[in-house]
């Protein structure tokens, strides 16, 4: 009798113990088929997207504040955005410099950008922030660096007139040792960081419209940096940095594209090495506690603050104005204006970000080793 009582319990467990991995089972296959349907996965924090590079969710040269959004999060989600090489993929080993004049006269105004695009953050409203978090890059296999022709594009690039013929070459990214040759004897650490990043165009705008509207929510080039991010190609953007972009549009609107595996500061004969991301994986938080006229970037050991503009001279005295107001406003020390002006003199380091998208730009790193003092 007790050893078919005890037969009959284990009987009993097995049934309850199928039971409850039948139920587990259902439930994984549930939110698996979900996913596949909505592309969206809980996570602690907010919900994962993920956002596919196709000639439908990818916009060629132009921010258009009109264009329907591709994706609508919450704040606080995690989106992994795939991004394209230039002109809609077109870019490929083996495109020619003549194919690529080309693509570049294909789109008058516009940029070579392929941007993934836009996000939509419920919550965002004119006069808030976008803090993005970017938490992961994956880039994909090859990258690109060219200079287009200087007896047809006299003044793209540093050196653009004593340049009369194109050059493009295609590398191979090694990234099992986070490399590319350059040619035998020269290798080239990667580092990949978003090119562009952008919310919604600033209506403000002074940058020709698309067509030559006058309406100012009329579609923006990619080419100019402005407040609301865009092209800035500072290569401080990299896996763990934060970027702080004032909103403009409701939803906020966030863009990506013209990745990067490394670029120089100055970027001076046109192009850094250009590439693609499998995905750059990006948390998009809108902040109503900040108000921001110009982007801000902070990383493990610096703040950085920017300045852009078509006079380089113009450029630095923005990133400077935002240097010594960044550090005049900070709690962990008090500092007057004057005090900050003069810090800023002593530790900040101005760099020349790009000096190849018509607004030239200059990003002032500030070390946060400066504070002995812990907030």
């Keep these: 009798m007790a050893k078919l009582t005890a037969k009959r319990r284990l009987v009993t467990s097995l049934a309850v113990l199928g039971l409850v991995l ?3 089972l259902y439930a994984v296959a549930q939110q698996m088929d979900e996913s596949k349907r909505d592309r969206v996965v809980t996570v602690p924090g907010g919900k994962y997207h993920v956002l596919p590079a196709t000639l439908e969710t990818t916009q060629w040269g132009w921010l258009d504040p009109r264009e329907p959004s591709k994706l609508v999060v919450a704040s606080g989600d995690t989106v992994a955005v795939e991004t394209m090489m230039h002109s809609h993929n077109k870019i ?3 495109t020619t410099m003549e194919e690529i004049i080309a693509l570049r006269k294909a789109n008058p105004g516009g940029g070579p950008h392929s941007l993934t695009g836009p996000i939509y953050v419920n919550g965002a409203e004119p006069g808030d922030v976008m803090e993005i978090r970017i938490l992961k890059i994956t880039p994909k296999a090859f990258g690109v660096n060219f200079n ?3 007896r047809e594009f006299p003044t793209i690039g540093a050196l653009a007139p004593e340049m009369p013929d194109g ?7 090694d990234w099992e040792k986070r490399q590319a040759e350059f040619k035998p004897g020269i290798a080239v650490d990667l580092q990949p960081f978003h090119g562009t990043l952008a919310v919604g165009i600033d209506p403000k705008d002074p940058s020709p419209r698309k067509g030559g509207a006058t309406d100012p929510l009329a579609p923006v080039s ?3 940096p402005w407040k609301n991010g865009s092209n800035m190609d500072i290569n401080e953007l990299q896996e763990g940095a934060t970027i702080f972009i004032p909103i403009f549009l409701k939803g906020g609107l966030v863009w990506t ?3 990067h595996c490394r670029q120089g500061n ?9 590439c693609a991301y499998r995905e750059i994986v990006m948390q998009l938080i809108v902040r109503k506690d900040l108000k921001l006229e110009w982007p801000r970037i902070e990383t493990k050991t610096h703040w950085i603050t920017v300045g852009f503009d078509e006079d380089l001279n113009k450029a ?11 550090l005049a406003v900070q709690k962990t020390v008090p500092l007057s204006r004057h005090e900050a002006y003069s810090l800023v003199s002593m530790v900040g380091d101005c760099r020349v970000s790009q000096v190849v998208d018509v607004r030239k730009g200059v990003h002032c790193m500030i070390p946060k080793s400066i504070f002995v003092k812990k907030p």
Excluded: I, K
């Excluded at 050059?167 to 990214?173: E, N, P, T």
């Excluded at 100055?266 to 250009?274: I, R, Y």
């Excluded at 630095?316 to 960044?326: H, K, P, T």
């Design 22 to 24: 039948a139920a587990g």
């Design 92 to 94: 490929q080993p083996g």
């Design 148 to 150: 287009l022709p200087g």
């Design 167 to 173: 050059f493009v070459r295609y590398f191979y990214l």
């Design 222 to 224: 990619t080419l100019r």
């Design 257 to 259: 594209g013209d990745s």
């Design 266 to 274: 100055g970027e001076v004969n046109l192009t850094a090495l250009e």
């Design 316 to 326: 630095m005295v923005n990133a400077v104005r935002e240097a010594v107001d960044l």
